[in-house]
C-alpha cells in the first residue's frame, strides 16, 4: 500500500495495486454480526459527454492523491460513520492510485453490523463522504484525449459552521484562524494566503484566495441596477446558461464555456471550496501581511479590505507532492504566459499585428512610458509553440527580465521574482538554481541543470499550455470586431429586444454578419470574448517533485483565471490603438535614423 491505517476494527489504505474486496470483507467479519455491506467501484469501458456524439471508449482511469491528507481524511470519515450509527463492529476501504483500466475496481468499502439496516446505510454514507472530503482527483483517459473529472459530491455538501471546517461547502474562518495563514502572493483582484503548520492538519496544502474591495472587484461582485448595460448583458448569459451569481469563484470554477474548451484539451484547474471570513480574520490578516505587500498594490484605492466571501483551493505550488513516493524539497514555477497567438482574420486592419506579438509591441510601450526599466525579449509565440528549442527560448528570456511573469518557489515559498529583488539570470536553469540557493536546498541547486530540460519538454506537450491558448483562440475576430459586436448589443439594448433569440452560429466577418445578430449572439461573442482575455492574462503553475526513485513528477495548474468586465471593453479597444500606434511610431523612428543601404545610395 502507498499508506495505511490498521487497528482491530479499522482497516483503510491507499494503493498503487489491484484491489481485493474478498481481503475487505474478510477483514470485518465478526461473529456478532448478522451482516456485512460491500460496496465496489469500478471504471466503465464507455464514457457518454452528452454532446450528442454518443459514449466514447474509456481507456483507464487514473487517479492521483494528496496521500497524507487522504489518509487522514478516510480516518476522519470511518470515525464520522461510526458516530452516526450504533454497532459498527468493522470498516475497510480501499482506494486504488495510479492507473485503473476497465472492469478493475478503484475503491472498495466493507461494513460490518448486527443488523443490515445499519450496514447498508453506512456502506452508503461512507462513499459519500469519501467523494466530498477525501482529495483524490480522477482523470479520465479516452481514445482520443484525456479528461480531468470533479467529485460533484464535494460542491454540493451542505453548510456547516466553526472554526474550521473542510466537511462543508462554505468553511467558516473565525477570528482565531488569522495566525494559520501567511502572505504568499498577490494580483489584481486577489490576496493568496498560504497554511502554515499551525493551521489544522485538514487545511494544509491549501491557498486562501481573498477578494480585494477595490472599484473593479466590487463591480464584479455588487448587485447592478438591472437597467445597466452590464447588468443587462449578465441576465443575457444567464438565459443561456452562461453566468454564475456567485462573483467571488473564480472564472473558471463555474463557467460552462471555460469547462468545456479545458476538458477538451485535458487541462487541470485546482478545485476549492467557497470560504467565509470574518471581519477580525481579515483586519489580523491584513495587518501582518501589509508589510509584504507591493506599494503599487496599496496605493490603489479598496486594496486594504477584502470581502468576507474567499475560496478555499489546493495548493498549485505543492500539487507534485500529491503523489507517494515523493520526497525532498518541491519547486514551482509561476508563469504568465501572455497572448499567444498571432491575431488575423477580416477585421484586423493594422498589418503589423498580423506579425508581432502583443506582448512585444506593449514591451516597448511600458518602457517608453517609465513602466519599465529594459525591454523583455520574451516572445509568447515561442512558449506556445510547442517546440522544445522555442520553449526553452521563452523560459531563457523570462529569466533574464522577470518582471511580474516569473516566479519560483520553493516549498511554497517565493524564492525567485523581480518583487523580492532579483534583476534576473542569463538562463532558466541559473534562476532555477538561485531559488535552490536562496532555500538552501543544495539537492535542488544540484538538480536545477536537470531540472531546467524536464520542464522544457513537460511544456512543450503541457495539456495546460494548450487549454491556455485553447481558451485565447476563443477571441476569433480581435478587439477591432468586437467593437462592432459591442456597438450592435447596446443598440439592441436602446430598442428593448428581449433576451431570447438565436445565438452565434459562426463569428462575423462583415458589418453585415453583425447587423444580423441577436441580443444573444452579441452576447456571446463578447463572453468568448472576455474570457479569452482573461486567459490572455492568467497564471500556469508547473510543480516539480523528486521521487524515491530519483525521477521527477510533474504537475501543472491554471490559476488566476479571474472574469473580465463587459463594460471594460472600450478600455481594451483603447489600450489596443495604443499599443499599437507606439510600436509603429517606434519602428518609423528606428526606420528613420537608420543608416541609408549602400544599394539606395
Not at 477595490?214 to 443587462?232: G, I, W
Not at 476538458?263 to 495587518?287: H, Q, W
Not at 520526497?327 to 497567438?341: D, H, L, Q, S
Request: glycine content about 6%; overall charge neutral.
Amino acid at each position: 500500500a502507498a499508506a495505511e491505517f490498521r487497528d482491530d476494527t479499522t482497516w483503510l489504505a491507499l494503493s498503487n495495486d489491484v484491489l481485493s474486496l474478498s481481503a475487505a470483507a474478510e477483514f470485518v467479519t465478526n461473529p456478532r454480526c448478522g451482516a456485512i455491506a460491500t460496496f465496489s467501484g469500478t471504471t466503465r469501458d464507455n464514457f457518454d459527454p452528452g454532446d450528442g456524439g454518443g459514449p466514447r471508449a474509456v481507456v483507464r482511469l487514473e487517479y492521483e492523491a494528496y496521500v497524507p491528507m487522504a489518509l487522514r481524511e478516510l480516518q476522519r470519515t470511518a470515525a464520522a460513520v461510526r458516530d452516526h450509527f450504533d454497532d459498527i463492529r468493522g470498516i475497510a476501504c480501499f482506494h486504488r492510485l495510479g492507473a485503473v483500466p476497465p472492469a478493475e475496481s478503484s475503491v472498495i468499502i466493507a461494513v460490518a453490523s448486527p443488523h443490515r439496516q445499519a450496514a447498508l446505510a453506512a456502506c452508503a454514507e461512507f462513499i459519500d463522504v469519501l467523494k466530498a472530503r477525501v482529495p483524490i482527483w480522477k482523470r479520465e483517459v479516452l481514445a482520443d484525449r484525456s479528461v480531468w473529472k470533479e467529485n460533484r459530491e464535494f460542491f454540493s455538501r451542505p453548510p456547516q459552521k466553526g472554526a474550521c471546517s473542510c466537511k462543508a461547502l462554505t468553511l467558516e474562518l473565525e477570528d482565531q484562524a488569522a495566525s494559520w495563514w501567511r502572505f504568499c502572493a498577490e494580483g489584481g483582484a486577489h490576496i493568496v494566503l498560504r497554511a502554515t503548520d499551525q493551521c489544522p492538519e485538514t487545511l494544509r496544502g491549501f491557498v486562501l484566495r481573498l477578494l480585494k474591495c477595490t472599484k473593479r472587484n466590487l463591480q464584479r461582485s455588487v448587485k447592478l441596477d438591472p437597467s445597466s448595460p452590464e447588468a443587462r448583458f449578465r441576465a443575457v448569459l444567464a438565459e443561456c446558461g452562461r453566468w454564475s451569481t456567485d462573483a467571488t469563484v473564480p472564472l473558471e470554477h463555474f463557467h460552462p464555456r471555460v469547462k468545456s474548451v479545458l476538458e477538451d484539451t485535458g487541462a487541470l484547474l485546482p478545485r476549492g471550496k467557497p470560504a467565509r471570513a470574518s471581519s477580525t480574520f481579515l483586519n489580523e490578516v491584513l495587518r501582518e501581511i501589509r508589510p509584504l505587500r507591493e506599494q503599487r498594490r496599496l496605493d490603489v484605492p479598496g486594496a486594504d479590505q477584502c470581502e468576507s466571501a474567499c475560496t478555499l483551493e489546493p495548493n498549485a505550488a505543492l500539487l507534485a507532492c500529491l503523489p507517494s513516493g515523493c520526497v525532498g524539497p518541491t519547486i514551482c514555477i509561476e508563469i504568465k504566459p501572455k497572448w499567444g497567438f498571432l491575431p488575423h482574420g477580416p477585421w484586423v486592419t493594422r498589418s503589423v499585428k498580423r506579425t508581432v506579438s502583443r506582448f512585444r509591441m506593449h514591451q516597448q510601450l511600458k518602457c517608453r512610458l517609465g513602466e519599465r526599466a529594459r525591454e523583455s525579449a520574451y516572445d509568447p509565440l515561442d512558449f506556445f509553440s510547442g517546440e522544445p528549442a522555442r520553449v526553452s527560448v521563452a523560459l531563457d528570456a523570462l529569466a533574464q527580465e522577470p518582471q511580474n511573469n516569473l516566479r519560483i518557489f520553493v516549498n511554497s515559498e517565493v524564492m525567485f521574482a523581480a518583487e523580492i529583488g532579483d534583476q534576473g539570470c542569463a538562463s532558466f536553469a541559473d534562476a532555477l538554481e538561485a531559488a535552490a540557493l536562496r532555500a538552501r536546498s543544495d539537492e535542488l541547486a544540484a538538480r536545477a541543470r536537470e531540472v531546467a530540460p524536464q520542464c522544457v519538454r513537460h511544456l512543450a506537450e503541457s495539456h495546460a499550455v494548450r487549454g491556455i491558448l485553447a481558451l485565447q483562440h476563443l477571441d476569433s475576430i480581435d478587439i477591432e470586431g468586437v467593437m462592432h459586436v459591442w456597438h450592435r448589443f447596446h443598440e439592441l439594448l436602446a430598442k428593448g429586444e428581449p433576451p431570447g433569440g438565436v445565438g452565434a452560429a459562426a463569428p462575423p466577418r462583415s458589418r453585415a454578419d453583425v447587423a444580423a445578430l441577436s441580443l444573444r449572439g452579441c452576447a456571446e461573442i463578447l463572453d468568448d470574448f472576455l474570457i479569452a482575455t482573461a486567459a490572455k492574462d492568467c497564471s500556469l503553475m508547473i510543480s516539480i517533485a523528486i521521487r524515491n526513485d530519483g525521477s521527477y513528477h510533474i504537475a501543472e495548474a491554471i490559476v488566476d483565471l479571474d472574469r473580465k468586465l463587459f463594460e471594460n471593453v472600450p478600455e481594451y479597444d483603447r489600450r489596443d490603438r495604443e499599443i499599437v500606434a507606439a510600436f509603429e511610431e517606434s519602428k518609423s523612428c528606428d526606420r528613420d535614423s537608420s543608416p541609408i543601404p549602400q544599394t539606395m545610395k
